[in-house]
Every structure is written in C-alpha cells, then in structure tokens.
C-alpha cells in the first residue's frame, strides 16, 4: 500500500560523519529533513555535552536579536521577512555575525542614551520656562524691597534671632495628581507660614520616557526662615517635583527665560540629527537582522543535533542514529557525501537492526492534511498499521451532511471553502494570525468537502433553507384522485384534509427521480415519514459502517503476520455484528423491497420481529416477513452468542500453545542465539504486535515473560468490549437520525417565524420593500449564527464522535508515535 494507506517503512541507520565535515552534513540534513536523530548521550548532562559552548553563544546571540528586535517594534517599525533560503552560516563566520551584531547592539544603545537624556534635559529646560513665564510674580510685599518703609516692621523686636528674616522662593513643576496632596502638605507641615501659587500648564510636554503628552501644574513658594525652607525642599523632593531657581526682579526672569528659550531651539536640533542617527542605526538593524535570526536559528538546531552525536574512540567522526524512511536513503547517502566531499573524508551510512517499534510516517499535502489531523487527534498509528485518514476522507464529510443537509446551508459552506482555497496561495490569508480564521483556514478542504456533501443530501432530503423543491415532476397525482373518488365541493368543504390512495389507479405514479417527493412537505404526516426514513438511513449506515472497520482490521492482522487472529477474532466478530444487526438491516431492505402500497396496511412491523428473535418466540399477530423466519432468527442468535467463548478464549489459548511450543524448542546454546540474530536481514525488526503477542511470538523476536493472566485479562476487556459495543455503537448511530430532524426543524421554524413573517407584514410594494430589509439581514444573521456555526458545529462533533469510538476502534490503536525529522522548516510554512 501507498503511506497514505499506511506508514511508510523506516529503519534504523546509523551515520559516521567525520569531524571536519559534521557541521556541514547535519546542516544539510536539515535543510532535507529526512531523518530523526536518536539521543545516544541520553545520560550525559546537557551542560556536559561536546558543543555546550556553541549553543550557549548562539542563546547569548537570540538574547541580542531579542533587544534589537524590541527596538524596532518600539519605533513603529516592523522587520521585513528574510527572502531565499539562508543556510547555516559556517562556525567561523558565527564571530563575525557576533561582533557586528555588538557592535550594532552598542550603538543602538549609545544612542537611545543620548536620546533619552537629550529628551529629559529638554523636557527640564521647558517646564523651567514655563515656571518663569507661568506668571506667578513674588507677592507685594516681595516685590518692593528697596523702600525703607516696607523693610520695617509694625512692632519692632528688642533683638534676637527673627530680627534679619526675608522672602524666600521656591519654584517647580509636579504632576497635577500630585498637587493637592502637596499643597495641603506644605500647609500643614509649615503651619501657614508660608504663601503658595498652583497653575495649571496650558500646552502639554512629551513625556521623555513614554513619549506622550502630559500636563504639569507649576508652583510657586514664598516663605520666611531657613527652617521652614528646608521643610519645603524635603517635602519636594518627597512628591518628585521638579524645583527650578526663581529670582525676584523681573528683568533678571525675563532674561533667564530667553536663555532657556536659546537653549531649547539648540537642544532641539541636536536632538533631531540623534533621531536622524537613530533611524540610520534602526535601518541597518532591519536590513541585517532578519537573515541573522534564521541563521543562528538553524545552526543552534544544527549543535543541538550534534550534541546528540557519540564521539568515536579515535576521535576523528561522530557516530549519530537516526530514523529514516526506506525511500530516502538513497537521497541521504548523496546529501552526504555532496556534504562531506570537502573534509577528504566521506560520511558512510548503514542500517542497523532494532527491536524498538519505528515512528509512524505518512506523507501528507494540504488536502489530505486536515483528514490526517483529525486521525491524528485520536492518537497517531502504530508503525505500518491501516490508516483511517483515506476513508476519512468521504465517511466524515458524509456522516457530517447525513445531520446537516440542506441544500443552501450546504452550498454557503462550500462557497466560503471554496474562497479560502482559490485564495489560499495569498500572503496576507497564509500570514493572518487571528486563531479563529487560522482553523477555518487549516480545515478548507474539510470544508469544502462538508459543504458538498450537505448539498448532496440536501437534494436527497430535497430541503433548501428547510423548503421542498420540485426539481422534477412529483409521482403523486392529484387530480386522479380527485376523479376517481368523486370529491364535490360539499365533500372538500367538509373535510379539512385530503389522502392520497397509492393503491387508486393513477394517483401514484413511479418514484421520484432524485431524493424525496416535494409533495411530502405539504402532507401532515411529513414529520412521521421523515422519522422512519432518518431512523432506519441512519442504523443501516451505522452497522455498513462498522462491518467496513471490521475488514478493515483484516489488512493489520495480514500484514503483521497474525493469521490465528482472522480465525479467532475477525470472523467471530464479524459474525456476531452481522448476525444481529446485519440481519436488522436485511430486515429493513426486505421489507423496502417486497411489502407494496397494496400489502402497506397489513405489513408486519420489524421492531416486533427483533424483539422476538432475543426472546425466542413469535407474535401471531404479526405474521413473518419471509418463510422461514422462525428458524433463522433463532439460529442466528445462538450463532452469535456462541462466537462470544471463541472470541474470549480462542486468542489467549492459542497464544499460550504457540509460548509452550516456542519455549520446549528454544536452544540452551547461546552461540546457536548469536549466529540467528547476526544472519537477520538488515532491516528494522520491530515486534508490532499487542504486549500478550510479543510474550507469545516464536523464534527471539520477543524476550518478555508470558503471563496467562494478563493475556487473557485484556481478551476479556476486548470481548466485553465489542459485544456491549456493538449494541451501543448502533444505538450511537441513530444521533444521525435526531440532529438530521433537529436541523430540518430548527430551519424551517426560522423561516416560519422571521422570512414568512416579514412576507406577510407588508401589502404594499413600497411597504414591502422596507419591511423585508431588517427582516432578510435578520434571517441571514441568524442563518449564519445558528444553523451554519452553531448546528454546523454540534454535526462536526458527533461526526468526530462516530469515527473515533464507533469506527476506529474497531481496528485502529492509536497508539504510536510520529516521525518529527530534523528540519530547518518552521511548522506552517
């Protein structure tokens, strides 16, 4: 089979890359990704390690492409992508790339420095000349000292320490949250021996740290004595204030304002060529940065990778393990040695058995991506088991439109796929980072498939926004009717509903071509129709789909080499679900197939019959579908219930057999041992049966104790298992019955009560026309909300349901591991 069938074949190889060549042979395995590489220093430390040093310079260099590249965002700008493919730069060339990005790191930080403390000494030198150009002006009796007079107090002191006491200023700048907590501070600690002036600034200044516009309040202080000026400094100081020097004469302020003014034109412009260097110093940082980052990227990988390399006891190559597909060895071989011609030395690689299970690979592209991921959300394959994402592929768009179909629903859904996937090779839609359009965008072609399918059914279900449409000409007549029974007009004016007779010659014409008859969505039993078809549609694909898991487990049981395993679980499975449930289906198409309208009244119900066949008895009332009946349905439960021992015993029994026989021949001579095990062939010899198969196999393919106990332990689990399964699971099928009935009615009553409404609100065609507005984008809204995301929603995860634990268990454990080769690929690209 193809991989996407199943997981490619991968072996175990082992590299022996010469010292001088190393660097350069796992760079380009990178740039490949063809293998995954085995940690064989697994108990070493990673401080310990060979290239320790390396990786460590290369997380020193991220550290400073992390502050270069927070410059840049800070600045408003944005860091172009890195075009071409960009190798790993060469062990020399790392100096290089470290000095230049110091040296840049260096400057950048030089000159945000001087930016800043331009910034902050601008910042000073303006609220200073708003200070002394607020207008404050030194109170009266500040403002004239020269006169005599006023020098002079009204009583005067015989001495002492008051006697030489003058105004004092000081003035500044605080926040205005700031201010009056001050103010009310400085009156309290200096009990009003003092005289204070708040102002709010008119023009707002940038802020030198955040760069936004703030407002400031100045003030001004006017107080007598030393000690209370020194309380005003520490309560400043406390506040943050920016206190400048104040001088009482106004020509002296006047001039010391114009020297600030003087001082602030050349501040400026010195400013402005720093910013102009700034912007230089950034431009380099975005032309260099970029490639440096992938750079140093893919050779800390490339380190990490040898670090997990064992040193030869000469030392002069390393010895590395790897997993490789089967396929690509031929394309590592030439990688190699293209790698390792300059070194004079060529890289060599061989396989090497292993009993470890290999990792899973399956090739993907972006249609079957999504298909492989919703597998993968279960638990990803064991190495070369059946795949489930290549049926996955129709069953679950399938199963999804079963309970969402409708014909316009369906089409808006594949409409919106099918945009994403014509415009999916665009870089604004590969690059956009909202996390809601990126699973939409990730799952298109699920999408498109879930939409197509919808419309599909849609037809079958023959509903369109939940309206029946008569595509083809119905089978029903309704005229014969009305002239072979005789209906008058007394006749229809009695009777408030009308039967259609299929057994009137004329009334009923031939099925309808494609899907159900619209005149069904006139009739009153239409729900009751609907029911019996959704409920037995959906226990018919239930069980086809179960049997189909089934086989499919056929395909693992073959290709590992279990035969016992067909005779003693798949047949007794396959006839225990098909032997009650298989024959409930027959029962169903029997019955579709030879009970005709004329026989329709007296047909006998399958729902008794079932319910006989499990209590061994028969319903006189209700006579038997075909002759005969009595005998299979009996039969067929004493079959099944007789598989249950064979699927309970059979396998530990046989297991046990094969461990008696493997043990009574097994040779005590271990050179006999040695020479088996150096003759295997020269592939991967991984056991990938369950544990209980590995104690049983022959030969030395597996060495673990067999205990009985557990083996048969985990049959009993699995027998219970599938027999209550197989009864639950079909019962889990019939959800596609209800969410289909849900859907279909949760539409129709949304046309009923919004679009139907507002048809019938206006009766003029002006009216009309305004009232359909609001009500049309209220249906669409709610189309949209409801029935596409919320219903679309609700069938996707019952769809999900019904392949994880009804299908896939059927055949599929689920319990490997991936393939995650060594790449320079970031994921998503």
């Not at 768009?397 to 369906?410: E, Q, R, T």
């Not at 009332?621 to 598989?643: D, I």
């Not at 297991?655 to 021949?665: A, D, I, M, T, V």
């Not at 332990?713 to 027998?719: C, E, L, S, V």
């Amino acid at each position: 089979m193809g991989s996407l069938f199943r997981s490619e074949e991968v072996v175990l190889v082992q590299l022996f890359l010469p010292t001088a060549a190393a660097y350069a042979c796992v760079s380009q395995l990178g740039e490949l990704g063809l293998v995954e590489f085995r940690d064989l220093n697994a108990s070493v430390s990673a401080f310990q390690r060979r290239f320790v040093v390396d990786v460590r310079r290369c997380e020193e260099l991220e550290k400073t492409f992390a502050f270069l590249q927070e410059e840049v965002r800070q600045a408003g700008l944005a860091l172009p992508l890195p075009e071409g493919v960009l190798p790993a730069p060469l062990p020399r060339d790392l100096l290089r790339i470290q000095e230049e990005t110091d040296r840049l790191a260096q400057e950048l930080r030089d000159v945000r420095g001087n930016q800043q403390a331009l910034r902050a000494q601008l910042h000073q030198l303006q609220l200073h000349s708003a200070v002394l150009g607020q207008g404050h002006g030194p109170p009266l009796a500040a403002s004239h000292t020269d006169g005599p007079l006023e020098r002079r107090p009204l009583l005067q002191s015989p001495g002492g320490p008051h006697q030489d006491l003058r105004v004092n200023f000081v003035a500044g700048a605080v926040e205005p949250h700031k201010a009056a907590a001050l103010e009310r501070l400085l009156w309290r600690a200096c009990r009003g021996f003092l005289i204070a002036s708040f102002r709010e600034m008119q023009q707002q200044l940038e802020d030198p740290v955040t760069g936004e516009p703030a407002t400031w309040m100045t003030f001004l202080i006017s107080y007598w004595g030393e000690q209370i000026g020194r309380k005003i400094h520490k309560i400043t100081d406390c506040f943050h204030c920016h206190v400048f020097p104040f001088v009482e004469q106004e020509e002296a302020r006047r001039t010391a304002l114009q020297q600030l003014q003087q001082q602030s034109l050349e501040l400026q412009e010195v400013l402005g060529e720093t910013e102009r260097f700034l912007s230089q110093v950034l431009g380099r940082v975005q032309r260099l940065l970029p490639p440096w980052q992938v750079q140093i990227r893919k050779m800390k990988a490339v380190y990490l990778a040898l670090n997990q390399c064992s040193v030869s006891t000469t030392h002069k190559c390393l010895i590395a393990e790897a997993w490789c597909a089967t396929r690509d060895l031929p394309t590592l071989q030439q990688a190699l040695q293209g790698s390792s011609s300059e070194a004079g030395v060529s890289a060599v690689v061989h396989r090497i058995p292993c009993r470890d299970m290999p990792p899973t690979l399956i090739r993907t592209n972006r249609f079957t991506a999504s298909f492989q991921g919703i597998v993968d959300a279960y638990g990803v394959g064991r190495y070369q088991e059946v795949n489930p994402a290549p049926y996955t592929i129709i069953t679950f768009p399938f199963l999804f439109a079963v309970m969402f179909g409708d014909v316009g629903h369906g089409l808006l859904m594949f409409l919106f796929a099918l945009a994403m996937v014509l415009a999916e090779n665009r870089p604004a839609v590969k690059t956009a980072q909202n996390e809601i359009w990126r699973t939409f965008f990730g799952g298109r072609y699920l999408l498109l498939l879930m939409g197509l399918f919808s419309v599909y059914t849609g037809f079958i279900y023959n509903e369109c926004f939940s309206c029946a449409t008569a595509v083809f000409p119905s089978g029903w007549s309704v005229a014969a009717m009305a002239n072979q029974s005789g209906w008058s007009d007394a006749f229809l004016a009695q009777q408030p509903l009308l039967s259609l007779d299929p057994n009137v010659t004329g009334v009923f014409l031939g099925p309808y071509p494609f899907g159900i008859d619209p005149v069904w969505s006139l009739a009153v039993n239409h729900l009751s129709f609907l029911n019996s078809f959704k409920m037995k549609m959906s226990v018919i694909l239930g069980v086809t789909h179960m049997t189909f898991g089934v086989v499919l487990g056929v395909f693992n049981h073959v290709h590992f080499g279990q035969w016992h395993r067909l005779l003693l679980e798949t047949l007794p499975e396959l006839v225990f679900l098909l032997g009650l449930f298989g024959y409930l289906v027959f029962l169903v198409a029997y019955k579709w197939l030879r009970v005709t309208a004329a026989g329709a009244a007296s047909a006998p119900s399958i729902l008794i019959h079932f319910i006989n066949m499990f209590l061994f008895s028969s319903s006189p009332t209700n006579r038997p579908l075909f002759s005969g009946q009595e005998v299979v349905q009996p039969t067929l439960v004493v079959l099944a219930l007789a598989m249950v021992p064979v699927l309970l015993l059979g396998t530990p029994l046989f297991l046990c057999r094969e461990h008696r026989r493997c043990h009574s021949r097994r040779s005590p001579q271990p050179d006999k041992d040695t020479a088996r095990l150096l003759d295997l062939p020269d592939t991967s010899l991984a056991s990938q049966g369950s544990d209980e198969e590995k104690a049983g196999c022959p030969g030395d393919q597996a060495e673990a104790e067999f205990v009985l106990s557990e083996v048969f332990m985990h049959q009993a689990i699995h027998t219970i298992e599938f027999c209550l399964g197989c009864i639950s699971n079909t019962a889990s099928y019939l959800r596609l019955w209800a969410l289909s009935l849900a859907h279909a009615q949760l539409s129709q009553v949304l046309w009923a009560m919004v679009l139907r409404a507002g048809l019938s609100l206006g009766g003029e065609m002006g009216v009309a026309a305004v009232v359909l507005v609001p009500v049309f984008a209220a249906f669409a809204v709610m189309t949209v909300a409801i029935l596409l995301v919320m219903e679309g929603l609700s069938a996707f995860l019952h769809a999900l349901r019904l392949h994880w634990v009804e299908f896939q268990n059927k055949f599929y454990s689920g319990t490997g591991y991936k393939l995650s080769p060594f790449t320079f690929a970031v994921e998503g690209e």
